[in-house]
């Protein structure tokens, strides 16, 4: 990895220009979702109707530039640089939302945002996931991890189905999060088992696992674009969860390492709170904007 202030002067502008085209995905995506026939959740056929929308073919062109843009940062820069940019698709992600939806910005929407990227960019740097681990972790940390990733998803599923508007928007958006942050730590299992060699991975379940959870996770987020009546409470849910499940994937299953100061766990454990207040804002007043009819 090419490292001092050239490789930055690539890798930072990478990452910003990556977050601003993952953000314009989600905005038109979601605008998209609102042009057609509401589905039930986890309904395929969404994605059949999707693909009928140029908007929506727009936000998926957006999203294959965005990861394109992330893989080049990562060459010149470390996670520990690249990520915490990255959240700053949810300020993108409003902003445009604002404009397809031809609404002006909302301050306080914004500040919510603010809050969330803020909040998350300080635990990913407080905490300095790293990859210097075992290979992986024993005893039973990872049937926990597993079980409690399990559940909140259950739940997340439960609460889209009985909760009321607001409630079920947010449980869809807890489900998607956890699936994109368990595909993206198992990606990690496949990255790995790949430079050994590139048929390695077709020959364990890690990959045929990514290739049911990714596409679930995906299809969820659609159902959370769709339900809700604005983009950034849903997204700053799936923001924030997708890298810390990651993390937490890394820690204890594949034996990566973050920081363990107690001042750093201290302050991460505050910025996450701040990211929890940031979430409240925003569904707060989301919910207070929304029409009567629409509830």
Request: aromatic share 4%; with cysteine; proline share 6%.
């Amino acid at each position: 990895m090419p490292t001092g202030p050239s490789a930055l002067e690539v890798a930072v502008p990478a990452a910003v220009v990556g977050a601003a085209l993952m953000g314009l995905a989600s905005a038109a995506q979601a605008r998209a979702t609102k042009q057609v026939e509401v589905a039930r959740t986890l309904d395929p056929s969404l994605l059949t109707h999707l693909a009928h929308r140029p908007l929506w073919l727009a936000g998926i062109v957006a999203t294959v530039a965005g990861l394109a843009l992330q893989l080049v940062a990562l060459a010149f820069a470390p996670l520990l640089v690249v990520q915490p940019l990255l959240v700053t698709s949810l300020v993108f992600a409003g902003l445009f939302a604002d404009r397809l939806d031809r609404r002006r910005p909302d301050a306080v929407l914004g500040a919510g945002s603010l809050m969330c990227v803020a909040g998350l960019a300080a635990v990913l740097v407080l905490t300095q996931p790293g990859e210097d681990g075992t290979p992986a972790v024993s005893g039973p940390a990872p049937v926990v991890l597993a079980l409690t990733l399990g559940g909140l998803t259950v739940v997340g599923l439960a609460v889209s189905v009985l909760g009321h508007r607001a409630s079920r928007v947010l449980g869809l958006a807890v489900a998607t999060g956890v699936l994109y942050g368990v595909t993206a730590g198992l990606m990690k299992v496949v990255a790995g088992q790949a430079r050994d060699s590139l048929l390695e991975p077709f020959t364990h379940p890690v990959l045929y696992v990514v290739c049911i959870v990714g596409p679930l996770g995906f299809l969820l987020s659609q159902n959370a674009f769709q339900r809700g009546e604005f983009l950034t409470p849903a997204l700053a849910v799936i923001t924030a969860l997708d890298p810390l499940v990651g993390v937490a994937i890394g820690v204890w299953w594949l034996g990566e390492t973050v920081n363990h100061d107690p001042g750093a766990l201290a302050g991460a454990g505050l910025a996450g709170l701040v990211v929890v207040a940031g979430i409240v804002v925003l569904s707060a007043r989301a919910a207070r904007l929304t029409p009567e009819e629409s509830r």
